[in-house]
T-cell receptor, first 112, second 109 residues
Framework: DTGVSQNPRHKITKRGQNVTFRCDPISEHNRLYWYRQTLGQGPEFLTYFQNEAQLEKSRLLSDRFSAERPKGSFSTLEIQRTEQGDSAMYLC??????????FGEGSRLTVL | GQNIDQPTEMTATEGAIVQINCTYQTSGFNGLFWYQQHAGEAPTFLSYNVLDGLEEKGRFSSFLSRSKGYSYLLLKELQMKDSASYLCAVFPGDYKLSFGAGTTVTVRA
């Protein structure tokens, strides 16, 4: 248990629907990351927060994706008008000041 | 951009040794990580190298050569539970890790 929790763990949705994932990081860690991982690939960076500020967004994050971290604690990742290509594992990670990322268990999205 | 290469698959016998190589070309370098990932689960941290040389941690060791842009993860006394994907990741220093595609290791009895 890394102390980073994500929910839901699994989400199956129809194309065109909106989905939201939540991440609760380790409380004393200021930075929070979202990654996406598809089968047979390593995790790909999506975005990261320093406290409540979203400091960087990957070009993978299209206009249909939005991430928030309203009080510098938990974070949400919303995908609007889902497409089949959005099917992936969405990973949240929380690092200490320096060093490795501690990943949550991930939220697996399947878009039918 | 970041370029991180590692073999796609490796197979070894229980009790044997396997070496997973990783080469990288990145815009900066502030450390290299190895993660283990079992199917359907999130990656878990194995090792971290920032200086050249070998870091040993039980059955697992990781080596780094910064001048060659090269690392390897050595798994000794393989056990069936070591069957997993092993991810090489580089920290270029811009606050995010860049990952390779992973090496799937299958341990056979």
């Amino acid at each position: 248990d890394t102390g980073v929790s994500q929910n839901p763990r699994h989400k199956i949705t129809k194309r065109g629907q909106n989905v939201t994932f939540r991440c609760d990081p380790i409380s004393e860690h200021n930075r929070l990351y979202w990654y996406r991982q598809t089968l047979g690939q390593g995790p790909e960076f999506l975005t990261y927060f320093q406290n409540e500020a979203q400091l960087e967004k990957s070009r993978l994050l299209s206009d249909r994706f939005s991430a928030e971290r309203p009080k510098g604690s938990f974070s949400t990742l919303e995908i609007q008008r889902t497409e089949q290509g959005d099917s992936a594992m969405y990973l949240c990670a929380s690092p200490p000041k320096s060093g490795e990322l501690f990943f949550g268990e991930g939220s697996r999205l399947t878009v039918l | 951009g970041q370029n991180i290469d590692q073999p796609t698959e490796m197979t070894a016998t229980e009790g044997a040794i396997v070496q997973i190589n990783c080469t990288y070309q990145t815009s900066g370098f502030n450390g290299l990580f190895w993660y283990q990932q079992h199917a359907g689960e999130a990656p878990t941290f194995l090792s971290y190298n920032v200086l050249d040389g070998l870091e040993e941690k039980g059955r697992f060791s990781s080596f780094l050569s910064r001048s060659k842009g090269y690392s390897y993860l050595l798994l000794k006394e393989l056990q069936m539970k070591d069957s997993a994907s092993y991810l090489c990741a580089v920290f270029p220093g811009d606050y995010k890790l860049s990952f390779g595609a992973g090496t799937t290791v299958t341990v056979r009895a």
